[in-house]
């Protein structure tokens, strides 16, 4: 199934749609056409945050949303506000593929990630369950020990404030079992995705943006300077928008709206899980302190809590015959394994859903402009939670004029820039899972 035929505006099977405090507001599809200085396609972290800067500047926006706002990965992730990089990248090796200028924007932009975030909930006042505890990266092996102690030693000489905590201080930290170290950064948060992306809609509405749910954009012609004409379809009918620039942030969800722009990412189909809440006991010897931690492991070794005290655990999909029986018994497994102390507990697990990522071959976002005034920026891939709010200001600062493109920390092609082998490498991507599972006890992640 394609990322696009799994936009699911029921929000089927996640548990934050069940804690959210920021209520569900239904918004009228598309009736008519009408014109805007921007539109952008997609209301998930990326577009609202450049909604927000753009319309707070004094643009008429209008966000296309074939779902809901947050129906795309923005509502269905773990929640995890990191301020580091998918895996063991390292800033000093993103200062390589960027550049020193660009690559060290970005470096201060993902370690003060979560701290913007923080703003965004103040400003906004947005009732996300926004919580700064900390996150940890612990070492679940000899080579992960490796790694960890490189990016954390990294970000150090990168003047960030991180610790480094011996195996003892890992436990204490996570209550989980068998790391041999990590490093922590304190302003890493937690939050409730879907919470947070209504409150973004909110946010983007305030500032006088207009969305529009359950309405596909399905082509785009940039037909002179400054007038692209976007063509959507909905429950409204088939209707054209004239827009002055154009901003596409479907990142996994993209589909045929612009011609090759599904094959500039690699697709990952994830799910997650929320287990019974964990009675008051075992909350106090897992994750005491209500932080987060996730591992290098590559069949996801990730721990946190949701406001209830359900864990959330998850990893990819493998194409199995029954694929939910598949990614629960490997939670069950892998949360038996890292806590203990569940064993023997009736624990049962509450929800089970899925979402997509898009991956690119540098782990980091691209721009693309594919018209003289067509943007696309994705490839967030499981760091997406602060960066695409971050990232999606800066692009609504630069298209309202505030900015320039070349001051956007991210490669920035002109046209498209599609991967190599990309549809081989998302059907590999479907079936890859139990040799991660594999590699990972071997202890060679
Ligand atoms: C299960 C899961 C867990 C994750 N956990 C974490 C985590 O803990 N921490 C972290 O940092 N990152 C995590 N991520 C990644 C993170 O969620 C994403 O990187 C981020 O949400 C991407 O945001 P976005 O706004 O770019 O895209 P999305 O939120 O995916 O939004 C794209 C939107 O575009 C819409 N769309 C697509 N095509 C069209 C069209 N033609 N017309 C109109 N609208 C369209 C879609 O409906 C969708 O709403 C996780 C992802 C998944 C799937």
């Known amino acids: 199934m394609a990322a696009a035929d799994w936009i699911d505006p029921s929000m089927t099977g996640v548990v934050w749609t069940r804690t959210s405090r920021e209520p569900q507001i239904d918004r009228p599809p598309l009736d008519s056409d009408a014109q805007a200085d921007l539109v952008i396609v997609g209301a998930g972290y990326t577009g609202l945050a450049a909604a927000i800067r753009a319309a707070a500047a004094g643009l008429r926006v209008i966000v296309v949303e074939a779902g809901i706002a947050g129906a795309g990965a923005s509502g269905r992730n773990g929640g995890y506000a990191v301020p580091h990089f998918p ?8 200062e390589k593929l960027l550049g020193p200028r660009k690559g060290q924007a970005l470096n201060a932009l993902v370690s003060t990630g979560p701290d913007r975030v923080a703003e965004l909930v103040r400003r906004y006042a947005i009732d996300s369950d926004f919580a700064q505890r900390g996150w940890v990266q612990p070492a679940h092996s000899q080579a992960a020990l490796a790694k960890v102690r490189a990016v954390h030693d990294d970000w150090r000489a990168f003047g960030v404030k991180v610790d480094w905590l011996d195996a003892g201080a890992v436990a204490a930290e996570t209550g989980a079992a068998g790391y041999l170290a990590g490093w922590r950064n304190a302003s890493g948060a937690v939050v409730n995705p879907l919470a947070h992306a209504r409150g973004l809609a909110r946010a983007a509405e305030s500032e006088g943006a207009r969305i529009v749910e359950c309405t596909r954009v399905t082509g785009m012609a940039q037909e002179g300077p400054g007038r692209v004409i976007v063509t959507c379809t909905g429950p409204g009918g088939v209707h054209r928008l004239q827009a002055g620039k154009v901003l596409i942030a479907t990142n996994a969800y993209t589909d045929a709206l612009m011609p090759g722009l599904p094959r500039s990412v690699v697709t990952v189909r994830l799910y997650h899980i929320a287990t019974t809440p964990l009675p008051e006991l075992l909350r106090r010897r897992i994750l005491p302190n209500g932080n987060c931690f996730t591992d290098l492991r590559k069949s996801g070794g990730f721990g946190r809590y949701d406001t209830a005290g359900r864990l959330i655990s998850g990893g990819a999909v493998f194409a199995a015959s029954n694929v939910r029986a598949y990614g629960e018994a490997h939670a069950r497994r892998r949360m038996a394994e890292l806590f203990p102390q569940l ?14 990522c898009a991956l690119t071959d540098s782990y980091l976002p691209h721009v693309q402009r594919l018209q003289p005034d067509v943007f696309a920026v994705l490839g967030f891939s499981t760091r997406g939670v602060a960066l695409t709010q971050t990232i999606g200001q800066a692009m609504g600062d630069m298209l309202a004029g505030k900015g320039r493109l070349d001051d956007i920390p991210l490669e920035v092609v002109d046209g498209l820039r599609r991967i190599p082998f990309q549809p081989l490498k998302t059907a590999v991507g479907r079936q890859i899972f139990p040799l991660y599972q594999m590699k990972d006890r071997l202890g060679l992640s």
């Open 87 to 94: 895996g063991a990248l390292r800033p000093s090796a993103v």
């Open 343 to 356: 064993r023997g507990q009736q624990i049962g697990i509450e929800d089970y859903w899925e979402g997509y």
